[in-house]
């Protein structure tokens, strides 16, 4: 079935060092990801979103990377600043569906001083 | 322009109540989302509404819950003789007519339902 799973659980990252966030999914024909943070009390916030005819896509201080090869998506945060601590949540779209999103179990950033 | 507004932000109910959850939609939003977070999970979809109707329930467990949007009012996840396994973040989101993009929903700050 489809799945989209992170590898690891935390991250602790050194304030103004990259951190780089990753993501496994299983469906091969998946056509559109999408990367949320998620602060402690707080829903959702979009980041940013890639279709798989893209290998990268870039926003402020956030990259996103795609492999389809090996089914593979980072998120990668440039000069982490304590403001990104927070859960990262990978997302891949539903077959069949323009709103469901498959989530993966969420990764915790920790920003270290 | 406020965004999504969800209530109560905590709610601890014993198995066997009601559980009603509320959920007001972005100014100019028709479309509303629920969504189950467990811990140390993402969220899944429950169910999709318009205004009066609801357009996908895949995701609703079969039995004790419904949703709904009625022409007036915020949208009510209700879910009756909960159970411990209910225990969940329950997250509200919303999106503008004719939209259908993940990323254009916008989500609210979640109900935390305890069962004891």
């Known amino acids: 079935g489809e799945s989209v799973g992170l590898h690891l659980p935390t991250l602790s990252v050194q304030e103004g060092d990259n951190s780089i966030i990753n993501c496994a999914y299983s469906?091969?024909?998946?056509?559109?990801f999408i990367w949320y943070k998620q602060e402690s009390g707080k829903g959702p916030q979009f980041i940013i979103d890639?279709?798989?005819n893209m290998d990268k896509r870039q926003g402020q201080r956030v990259t996103v990377l795609l492999n389809k090869t090996v089914k593979h998506l980072s998120l990668q945060i440039a000069a982490t600043q304590p403001g990104d601590s927070a859960v990262y949540f990978c997302?891949?779209?539903?077959?069949?569906?323009?709103?469901?999103?498959?989530w993966g179990a969420g990764t915790k950033l920790i920003i270290k001083p | 322009n406020a965004g999504v507004m969800q209530n109560p932000r905590h709610l601890v109910r014993r198995r066997g109540q009601e559980a009603r959850l509320r959920c007001s939609p972005m100014?100019?939003?028709?479309?509303v989302y629920w969504y189950r977070q467990l811990p140390e999970e993402g969220l899944k979809f429950m169910v999709y509404?318009?205004?009066?109707?609801?357009?996908?329930e895949s995701g609703m467990p079969k039995e004790r819950f419904s949703a709904e949007f009625p022409k007036e009012g915020p949208s009510i996840l209700r879910i009756q003789q909960v159970v411990r396994g209910d225990s969940a973040a329950y997250f509200c989101?919303?999106?503008?007519?004719?939209?259908?993009?993940?990323?254009?929903?916008?989500f609210g700050p979640g109900t935390r339902l305890t069962v004891t």
């Open positions: 989101a919303s999106s503008p007519p004719l939209a259908g993009a993940p990323y254009e929903q916008y």
């Open positions: 100014k100019g939003h028709s479309h």
């Open positions: 509404l318009q205004k009066e109707n609801i357009i996908d």
């Open positions: 469906n091969s024909a998946s056509d559109y």
């Open positions: 890639i279709r798989s």
């Open positions: 997302a891949e779209r539903a077959r069949d569906s323009n709103y469901q999103l498959i």
